[in-house]
């Protein structure tokens, strides 16, 4: 069975400063992985994805993931915190090979960005 | 009209009405979702539907019933609801076996029980 844990329901950063937000995972397969992102009251809007090749993966607005397999983690990352990167983001894991692709979502992580 | 729409986006009903939320997906996928999001509380996933049958029922209320018509349709029918069901519902769609392209969703619909 997959699973998804992501360290930290809110984290709080000052405009310009480094953002990191952290998932791990469990899969007994190799996975595929993923960010989301949602801004309030939208759907969640895919940001990246790790699927298999290069381990670091950059996304949209700038943010950019590695999966890292011996430590079972994918953190996002993102070198300069902006006020519209104000969101909940969210990590997910697909099992490869899975009958239709099913993914489990971690249960997010609230970035706040201050002036 | 592409990607996956959700209708209505806003949506105030008392305890004894009936309505139905409607998502469509553009995007030729096979494979359709139901989630609901409460506030402070993780996603949580409702049903699924593959290739038009459903797959997967999450020990969901009763008073939640899906129908998926055809692989582009999905609707959620809600009747006789309770305070406690007032949350965002988000609709998504996904390939079968093309996981690796994660799932679409829709904005969603915010539904007030009141």
């Known amino acids: 069975a997959q699973s998804v844990t992501q360290l930290g329901s809110h984290v709080s950063v000052s405009e310009g400063a480094l953002v990191l937000l952290r998932c791990n995972y469990s899969?007994?397969?190799?996975?595929?992985l993923f960010w989301y992102v949602q801004y309030p009251n939208q759907g969640l809007q895919l940001l990246l994805k790790?699927?298999?090749?290069?381990?670091l993966v950059k996304g949209i607005n700038g943010f950019e993931a590695e999966f890292k397999k011996s430590e079972t983690s994918f953190h996002l990352t993102k070198p300069s915190a902006h006020m519209s990167d104000a969101a909940e983001y969210f990590c997910a894991v697909s099992d490869q090979g899975t009958s239709y692709g099913k993914l489990t979502f971690g249960q997010g992580t609230i970035l706040t960005v201050h002036p | 009209e592409t990607g996956v729409t959700q209708t209505p986006r806003h949506l105030v009903m008392g305890m004894t009405n009936k309505k139905s939320l409607k998502c469509e997906q553009h995007l030729g996928h096979n494979a359709m979702y139901w989630y609901k999001q409460s506030a402070k509380k993780p996603l949580e996933l409702m049903f699924v539907y593959n290739f038009k049958e459903q797959t997967e029922n999450n020990s969901v209320p009763s008073r939640f019933s899906p129908e998926c018509p055809n692989s582009s349709h999905l609707f959620l029918h809600l009747h006789t609801l309770q305070p406690e069901d007032s949350a965002l519902y988000l609709c998504a769609s996904s390939q079968v076996d093309r996981e690796y392209y994660g799932y679409t969703f829709g904005s969603g619909t915010r539904l007030t029980v009141v």
């Open positions: 899969s007994s397969v190799p996975p595929y």
């Open positions: 790790y699927t298999t090749g290069a381990t």
